[in-house]
Structure formats: C-alpha cells, structure tokens
C-alpha cells in the first residue's frame, strides 16, 4: 500500500494529464463539435492561452524590475563613495557582550568601508544574546533575504562572532553568490583567515597571467 502511494505521489501528474488526454480525444472525435466535451476544452484551451501570457508578462515584468533593481544598487554604491563595490557583512550569534560595534569600527576604520556599505545583524536568541537551535531559522532567513544584495558586491567581507555552527550557516548559504573574505580576531584587530575558492581561483588567475 505504501509503495502505492509512493508512486501516485510521484506519477499522478502524468496520470492527470493522459486522463484529460484520453477524455478530450474521445469528446472530439466521437462526440463532435457540439458536445460539451468539445466546448469546455475550446474554452480551455482559450483560458490557457491567456494565462499563459499572463504568466509570461508577470516574469518579463520580475526580470525588468530585479534588472533595474541592480542598476539603481551599483548607482547608489558609486554615491557612497565605494568605488570598489565592496560590502561588509557583521553578524553576531550568541556570544557574550555587545561585539557588533566592535567589529563595525574595524571596517570602518581598517577596512575603510562606509557605513553604508554595511550589512549587520546581531538580535539573535534573548538580549543577552543566549541561542539556542531554533535561532538557526532565523540566521537561515536573514543570510537568504541579503545573498542577493551581497551577490552585487564585487567582495564580501564577513566578521561574525558567536556558535561557531552559525559560522557554517552563513557560509553554506552565501556560497557562490560573490567573492567572500572571512574574518577572524588575530591579537588586537581582525585578518583574513580564510577567502572562498572563487577569491583564490582569482588571485591564481592573476599570478598567471603576471608571469
């Protein structure tokens, strides 16, 4: 019964489809031109042409819109005066203290990134900044709402402190949206300790192409 159920679930679709495919048949060249059979998939076969230019125009509109959407982005980072197209992602989770302003005052200061050109997040779990499992969705959330922000930046820089399982969040859900340099507390201050593979297939590319 079960295996049943597993291939209805896989297979009802084309099930659905060979049905309506049989009926129609059967209404057109058995029925004739007036029967109801004949007259419902005429206006189906109507509203689905309709729909289906709806449908097209809707994703011609998304497209335009997340087109223009980048180009008013990469407009508006040129303003800020960050001419490099570099963004800074500050994320705390869990931890103890306040270490947002910390890390914010090394790419401002170190990094020389303005404060536009900042993406930070630290209200994760209770104010104490106590999380537990079920902050994870939320980190999850927040890392996918800014990838496509973050995927416009020619580098991202990342500094997070906290559960070193959140660590692996962002990473996993930023992977291949740009170039990513990952921070770590090195003595007073932060250093890359870690670029992704694109950032090191690049420097590779560059040393080649120099000798």
């Known amino acids: 019964m079960n295996k049943i159920k597993e291939i209805w679930s896989i297979y009802w679709i084309l099930v659905f489809f060979i049905l309506i495919t049989i009926v129609g048949f059967y209404g057109l060249y058995f029925l004739g031109k007036d029967s109801l059979i004949f007259k419902i998939y005429t206006a189906l076969d109507t509203a689905s042409a309709v729909a289906l230019a709806v449908l097209a125009f809707v994703a011609y509109w998304q497209y335009t819109k997340t087109l223009n959407e980048r180009k008013i982005y990469k407009k508006s980072l040129r303003k800020k005066g960050n001419k490099k197209n570099e963004l800074a992602l500050i994320i705390q989770f869990g931890g103890t203290g306040e270490l947002l302003p910390i890390?914010?005052?090394?790419?401002?200061?170190?990094?020389?990134?303005?404060?536009?050109?900042?993406?930070?997040?630290?209200?994760?779990?209770?104010?104490?900044?106590?999380?537990?499992?079920?902050?994870?969705?939320?980190?999850?959330?927040?890392?996918?709402?800014?990838?496509?922000?973050?995927?416009?930046?020619?580098q991202v820089h990342i500094l997070y402190a906290g559960l070193g399982v959140g660590y692996a969040v962002v990473g996993d859900i930023l992977n291949n949206s740009t170039d990513l340099l990952f921070y770590h507390k090195d003595g007073e201050s932060y250093k890359v300790w870690y670029a992704d593979t694109k950032s090191e297939k690049r420097e590779e590319n560059i040393n080649e192409t120099q000798i």
């Open 103 to 154: 890390m914010e005052s090394f790419v401002i200061e170190e990094l020389k990134l303005s404060q536009n050109s900042i993406l930070k997040k630290s209200d994760f779990g209770d104010s104490s900044h106590n999380v537990d499992s079920s902050d994870i969705r939320d980190l999850k959330n927040y890392c996918t709402k800014v990838k496509s922000e973050l995927s416009l930046a020619s």
